[in-house]
């Protein structure tokens, strides 16, 4: 329950279970105790929230994804609780130029 | 009603009725000593010299300490368990009058929305494809391009129309 399946994320790199206020409840791998990615992720999920503002279901806040190069950063929200999860990123087809 | 800063007397004393000024803690009660900094500090420096008297910095240590602690539970001032409540209801809804007014409700505090039931599907799901990622970058790219460059405001009639009203 702690990590609420986001640790069993096939990929994952690390993850991290975030209240409102963008404080650590649970973590674990690479962004174990990360406050600063915590700090980080919270604030751009509050954003990203804030900018949809509309009450058809479908068009909510669902994923944020933070894209790198080699990893990425997948953050949802559920149960008022901010998760987070590191993951591998190999891009499956190559970029169109 | 109206202005939330509107007492105007100071109720530091005595027992008024509560509200959010009333102080907790007696200022004129007698256990709370008035600071006095330079009183100690010259006391230290003759400390200083006394060497080897720890018996007697010691006891000026306690001595100074007791001095200095406000002791809460002396207070005779005693808030009962449903003051507490009372206080408290009773903060909340100046504050919520105050963000009323000032126009800001709720900015205090940001609520995150329900969200999505199945959190680990969603945080699994395969990223957002390479292609789509240069798709928004080459829009919003040509966007800021087209809104640096091409998009030019130029002045030809009053922004304010009035309709079905007689022109004179």
Do not use: W
């Not at chain 2, 199945?118 to 799901?125: K, N, R, T, Y």
């Amino acid at each position: 329950m702690a990590g609420q399946g986001i640790e069993r994320i096939p990929d994952s790199l690390g993850y991290l279970v975030l209240t409102e206020d963008g404080a650590v409840v649970s973590s674990g791998g690479e962004l174990e105790n990360d406050e600063t990615v915590a700090t980080k992720i919270s604030k751009m999920v509050l954003t990203a929230v804030r900018l949809v503002n509309t009450s058809e279901k479908k068009d909510a806040f669902k994923r944020l994804s933070v894209v790198y190069d080699n990893f990425l950063y997948a953050a949802t929200v559920s149960n008022h609780r901010i998760l987070v999860s590191k993951r591998k990123y190999v891009p499956q087809d190559p970029v169109a130029a | 009603m109206g202005c939330c800063f509107s007492s105007d007397e100071d109720k530091d004393t005595g027992f008024p009725d509560p509200d959010e000024r009333t102080r907790l803690l007696d200022p004129n009660h007698g256990n709370a000593a008035p600071p006095s900094h330079n009183n100690r500090s010259g006391q230290q420096y003759t400390q200083e010299s006394e060497k080897g008297d720890e018996q007697s910095a010691m006891a000026r240590i306690l001595h100074q300490n007791a001095r200095d602690v406000i002791d809460v539970a002396s207070n005779e001032t005693t808030i009962e368990q449903h003051e507490y409540h009372d206080r408290a209801r009773q903060y909340n809804t100046r504050l919520k009058m105050v963000l009323a007014n000032s126009g800001k409700q709720g900015t205090y505090k940001i609520a995150i929305p329900n969200g999505i039931t199945a959190p680990q599907s969603v945080l699994a799901a395969p990223p957002v494809s390479p292609a789509e990622i240069q798709l928004i970058c080459n829009a919003s790219e040509k966007f800021s391009k087209a809104m640096r460059d091409g998009v030019r405001i130029q002045h030809r009639e009053d922004l304010v129309v009035s309709f079905g009203v007689p022109v004179p």
